[in-house]
């Protein structure tokens, strides 16, 4: 198997319990000399910061899960939640008094700054505009652009009830991703990280293909990706579901197991 091109999932899977890049994880992604790719549910603005502490500024970015696919300034491929559902969970969420984040591409508008946008903001290193979400979206309309993604956070029955909402209505448009009980990540239907992968080695890396590809990931969305690679690790502190699919296991985030699958590619 040759491994030409290396994409890991950021949260739970390559950050340590700070929530930061560990020197020893820093030193491991430097000593393959492969492009490393971070693959992520964050914005870009909250992605790019680890792409400099890494020194890989230059390679491309996949955000939303796919969602959106950047090289620098170049946008290698979008796609956005429409406007009708995007208008029907702000009505809910306004009613259910559930926090509700909008994303595009580098926007991230709150309605307010509570507890749910002050514990976003801290972990991820980025600061949101505050605004109404009805203005936001109206202002999105006008623009002709969409989300590229929606975190709704709060109590676990509303979101249960957002589920089943998304389910009964919109299940051939968006998906919804439980990254916690409290947690709903709404995405694009047609999008994940394996289509990502593959817009990506078609557009900057078409001489390899799947197989040349090591992904390290920790949560359901990152099974479909896993499965496709040539090479899939969880990480220890993996969803057993994960676990189960990968094709090999390293030691969790926490004790950097990236760093540690890294070091053993690199003979070190």
């Known amino acids: 198997m040759h491994i030409k091109l290396i994409c890991s999932d950021i949260d739970g899977t390559l950050l340590n319990k700070d929530r930061a890049l560990s020197d020893r994880t820093i030193k491991a992604i430097q000593t393959t000399n492969l492009p490393f790719i971070l693959i992520s549910s964050r914005m870009p603005k909250a992605m790019t910061h680890l792409q400099k502490a890494i020194g890989n500024e230059d390679a491309p970015l996949i955000a939303y899960n796919g969602g959106l696919l950047l090289h620098k300034d170049e946008v290698l491929s979008s796609t956005e939640i429409t406007h009708e559902v995007s208008f029907t969970i702000a009505d809910f969420c306004t009613q259910a008094k559930l926090h509700m984040s909008l994303y595009h591409h580098d926007e991230w508008y709150v309605p307010s700054m509570d507890y749910w946008a002050e514990r976003e903001a801290n972990n991820t290193k980025v600061q949101p505009l505050v605004q109404g979400l009805s203005k936001t979206l109206n202002q999105w309309k ?60 078609a557009a900057k890396y078409p001489e390899h293909n799947f197989e040349n590809v090591l992904a390290f990931g920790d949560n359901y969305n990152d099974i479909e990706m896993l499965k496709a690679v040539g090479l899939g690790v969880a990480v220890k502190n993996a969803k057993a579901e994960v676990i189960a699919i990968a094709n090999e296991t390293t030691e969790a985030n926490i004790d950097d197991g990236v760093a540690v699958f890294l070091e053993g590619l690199n003979g070190n």
Do not use: C, F, W
Not at 144 to 152: C, S, V
Not at 158 to 163: H, R
Not at 170 to 177: A, F, P, W
Not at 178 to 195: C, D, F, M
């Open 142 to 201: 006008i623009d002709q652009k969409g989300a590229h993604k929606i975190m709704l956070m709060g109590d676990e029955t509303a979101i249960d009830e957002v589920e089943i909402l998304l389910k009964n209505n919109y299940s051939d448009q968006v998906i919804g991703y439980r990254s916690k009980p409290t947690y709903l990540e709404i995405a694009h239907r047609n999008i994940s990280k394996k289509t990502a992968i593959e817009s990506l080695l």
